[in-house]
């Protein structure tokens, strides 16, 4: 049996691995730096200098990282429900909201021009799949429809979805406004997790991208 990790604050923490040990001692706030990590080893989609946009950005590991690849010159923006305590360089800042409910100072907070716009946002889980799924395909929907918006063309987009009913509505959606969609799923990633990222490579001009918060082409 495996040994179970311990939490801040001493409690055991029964999902611990390897994954997760890796990650405090190479101080990251979260094991799931790593799938991130596979995802630029893979398609190697952030370079120094650039833009990137984090959505469900807390506890910050993917932020840590992103700040990581695009350097001191680049610059890398988060955002979440919640906010994020770890410590940050200071090409990379998180902003605390809720991508349903942006107010006009928030949307200006987040800029925009963005060479890579990432989502792992998930929605708290419920225990229903079909619940779970429905809840992961909407905060998708609306991370793509941010995407439109406020990524360069050319520009690349990470998401992950439960995959679900809605699974290939969603992929559809993408290969519209990018010239190729890829699946992945991270080693990582655990293998009972019902998670897979959609990875959007080059994004077409924004008259092509459907407006995805609508419906309407
Ligand atoms: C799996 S965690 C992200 C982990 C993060 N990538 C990291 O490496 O630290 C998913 C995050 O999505 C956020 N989230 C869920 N719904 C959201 C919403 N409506 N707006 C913004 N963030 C949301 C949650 O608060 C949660 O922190």
Not at 9 to 35: C, I, L, M, Q
Not at 108 to 133: K, N, Q
Not at 141 to 165: H, S
């Amino acid at each position: 049996m495996k040994a179970a990790g311990k939490k801040r604050g001493g409690n055991p923490n029964p999902w611990a691995d390897h994954y997760t040990r890796r990650a405090r001692r190479e101080h990251y706030a979260a094991r799931s730096v790593f799938k991130l990590q596979e995802i630029q080893k893979k398609y190697g989609l952030m370079r120094p200098g650039q833009r990137v946009l984090d959505l469900g950005c807390a506890p910050g590991s993917w932020l840590q990282y992103a700040a990581r690849v695009v350097g001191p010159r680049g610059r890398v923006v988060g955002l979440d429900l919640r906010p994020v305590t770890c410590s940050l360089p200071s090409q990379a800042r998180a902003l605390t909201g809720d991508i349903n409910d942006l107010d006009d100072d928030l949307r200006a907070a987040l800029g925009g021009g963005f060479h890579v716009v990432l989502s792992d946002m998930a929605p708290a889980t419920t225990g229903s799949r079909i619940v779970d799924a429905a809840r992961s395909y909407q905060l998708c929907e609306m991370a793509l429809d941010t995407a439109g918006r406020l990524l360069q063309p050319g520009g690349a987009f990470v998401c992950k979805i439960f995959q679900g009913g809605d699974f290939d509505a969603f992929r559809a959606q993408v290969q519209r406004c990018f010239d190729s969609c890829r699946i992945f799923k991270p080693r990582s990633s655990r293998k009972a997790s019902r998670e897979i990222y959609l990875i959007g490579l080059g994004k077409r001009q924004e008259e092509i991208c459907p407006d995805t918060a609508s419906g309407q082409p």
